[in-house]
């Protein structure tokens, strides 16, 4: 069984997050995890202009996705930063390529999931999960989120992301906090728990 972690990140945060993620789907036995860069639609001008550059060297080596691979994988965990509370722009025209699969149908039924970060608690962590879903439900994807069975996401002796929806980090207005570990340990938890969803429906 193969799970596709499909993430685009700027500043390094989302990549942190997509590790933890495939680390936990990676727990499943009999499941291959592969990791994929969403294209980049800037260009080098402006990515050095956002200072992107040095934090997008950690993650060069990862090879951007296609359109046409997506039917490869029984599940597909996205991962996106936020932008005025919805996904990022390079994520949504990579989706919007996917004309092709939705026709198809090649999607249908395989299993879904996502995660983000945002710059402040309240910056979009659920509405950029929530607004990704539409376009995984236009693809007839089962859509997998992050339960309450992960009890880290109640805890209150730290600011932390994560929602039901699915793991999230606080990065912070210029990038300066890293994924906590409780918020990586949510990546984890959400990959194992969509790699097992995924495992069941393909038996």
Known sequence: MKVLVLFYSTYGHIYQMAEAVAEGARR???VEVV???AP???SADILAKQGAVDA???FAHIPEATVAELKDYDAIIFGTPTRYGKMIGQMSQFLDATGSLWSSGALVGKVASVFTSTATQHGGQESTILGF???LLHHGMVIVGLPYSFAGQTRLDEITGGSPYGASTIAGGDGQRQPSENELEAARFQGEHTAKIAKKLAS
């Open 133 to 135: 879903h539409i376009s």
């Open 56 to 58: 997008q060297k950690a």
């Open 35 to 37: 990791l994929r860069r």
């Open 40 to 42: 980049e639609t800037l």
């Open 28 to 30: 499943v036995d009999g």
